[in-house]
């Protein structure tokens, strides 16, 4: 299963729309797992989207 979102945020006046899609987790997770899960993520976008570096991470 995806979940799409869009949330919006006005930085300085100016609206940033932000589209997020993400899949669900079953409870609450740590960093140890977030971590873990984000190494696999990455590896993940590395193989199948060479083309497309990733540039940053935000996260709350």
Same mark, same amino acid.
């Given at each position: 299963?995806?979940?799409?979102?869009?949330?919006?945020? +006005?930085?300085?006046?100016?609206?940033?729309?932000?589209?997020?899609?993400?899949? *669900?987790?079953? /409870?609450? #997770?740590?960093?140890?797992?977030?971590?873990?899960?984000? +190494?696999?993520?990455?590896?993940?976008?590395?193989?199948?989207?060479?083309?497309? *570096?990733?540039? /940053?991470? #935000?996260?709350?």
């Amino acid at each position: 299963m995806l979940l799409l979102d869009r949330t919006e945020w +006005e930085v300085g006046g100016t609206p940033i729309n932000l589209p997020v899609l993400s899949f *669900p987790l079953n /409870g609450n #997770s740590n960093t140890k797992e977030r971590i873990a899960f984000l +190494e696999r993520l990455m590896a993940l976008l590395e193989v199948h989207f060479p083309h497309l *570096p990733v540039a /940053g991470l #935000s996260a709350d």
